[in-house]
């Protein structure tokens, strides 16, 4: 899988510490669940902004894709490789964004289309909820947390 994201230009960004009490990572049986994660450049600094104010549509997307890196950055850091996902069960992509802003569905996209690109329709597309939300921590544009099945 690193591969295929070395030949799309991308590369796992660098974790921020955290300042809550959690697991990045909880394994139980065949189930990796993963705690919401924020987009980060590949610095390890916060994407912030708010979609429908400071930031529009593809700047979010792009935000969200930074998230699912950041959570894969977790599942290699937690399990050793990437190799042990096998499939993306459930996303839940939350987005800072006004009252008004409506595509939450379509920034949460630049997650979802990733994992399409590295694990195919069949194992990257799961189940998925993408919602609005009045703030995330540190003003970061997105945090998605995730579930996958492990080999």
Same mark, same amino acid.
């Given at each position: +899988?690193?591969?295929?994201? =070395?030949?799309?230009?991308?590369?796992?960004?660098?974790?921020?510490?955290?300042?809550?009490? $959690?697991?990045?990572?909880?394994? /139980?049986?065949?189930?990796? $669940?993963?705690?919401?994660? *924020?987009? *980060?450049?590949?610095?390890?600094?916060?994407? /912030?902004?708010?979609?429908?104010?400071? +930031?529009?549509?593809?700047?979010?997307? /792009? =935000?969200?894709?930074?998230?699912?890196?950041?959570?894969? =950055?977790?599942?290699?850091?937690?399990?050793?490789?990437?190799? /042990?996902?096998?499939?993306?069960?459930?996303?839940?992509?939350?987005?800072?964004?006004?009252?008004?802003?409506?595509?939450?569905?379509? *920034?949460?996209?630049?997650?979802?289309?990733? $994992?399409?690109?590295?694990?195919?329709?069949?194992?990257?597309?799961? *189940?998925?909820?993408?919602?609005?939300?009045?703030?995330?921590?540190?003003?970061?544009?997105?945090?998605?947390?995730? +579930?996958?099945?492990?080999?």
């Amino acid at each position: +899988m690193e591969q295929k994201l =070395a030949a799309m230009g991308l590369s796992l960004p660098v974790l921020p510490v955290s300042g809550g009490i $959690y697991k990045r990572c909880l394994q /139980t049986g065949k189930y990796l $669940y993963i705690s919401g994660h *924020v987009s *980060v450049a590949g610095d390890g600094n916060y994407i /912030t902004g708010k979609a429908g104010y400071d +930031m529009d549509v593809e700047q979010a997307k /792009t =935000a969200a894709r930074q998230a699912g890196l950041a959570i894969l =950055a977790s599942v290699k850091q937690c399990t050793g490789s990437l190799e /042990t996902i096998q499939r993306v069960i459930k996303l839940l992509g939350m987005v800072n964004c006004t009252p008004d802003f409506e595509k939450h569905p379509l *920034v949460i996209n630049g997650c979802s289309e990733l $994992y399409e690109q590295l694990l195919g329709n069949e194992y990257g597309v799961g *189940v998925r909820s993408a919602v609005g939300m009045a703030s995330l921590p540190g003003n970061a544009a997105v945090e998605i947390e995730a +579930m996958f099945e492990i080999r």
